[in-house]
């Protein structure tokens, strides 16, 4: 949608098998890149299908 992603943004992505996960936006230093941590994992590649919100205003979202 053309907004900007930051890192601690909530975002939904969708994996591979067509699931949706909400995830924290963290910047891993030894891969030096963002990835989207989950409650069940790590998904570095994954596509961003919408930005939710951010933990400093919504932290609740991440109570799932």
Same mark, same amino acid.
């Given at each position: 949608? @053309?907004? *900007?992603?930051? %890192? @601690?943004?909530? +975002?939904?992505?969708?994996?591979? !098998?067509?699931?949706?996960?909400?995830?924290? +936006?963290?910047?891993?230093? %030894?891969? &030096?890149?963002?990835?989207?941590?989950?409650? *069940? @994992?790590?998904?570095?590649? !994954? @596509? +961003?299908?919408? +930005?939710?919100?951010?933990?400093? *205003?919504?932290? %609740?979202? &991440?109570?799932?």
């Amino acid at each position: 949608n @053309g907004k *900007d992603i930051y %890192e @601690g943004d909530i +975002v939904k992505i969708i994996d591979y !098998m067509s699931e949706e996960h909400i995830s924290i +936006v963290k910047y891993d230093d %030894e891969l &030096l890149q963002f990835i989207f941590k989950t409650v *069940d @994992g790590y998904y570095s590649n !994954m @596509g +961003v299908n919408k +930005v939710i919100s951010n933990i400093y *205003d919504n932290p %609740e979202l &991440l109570n799932n």
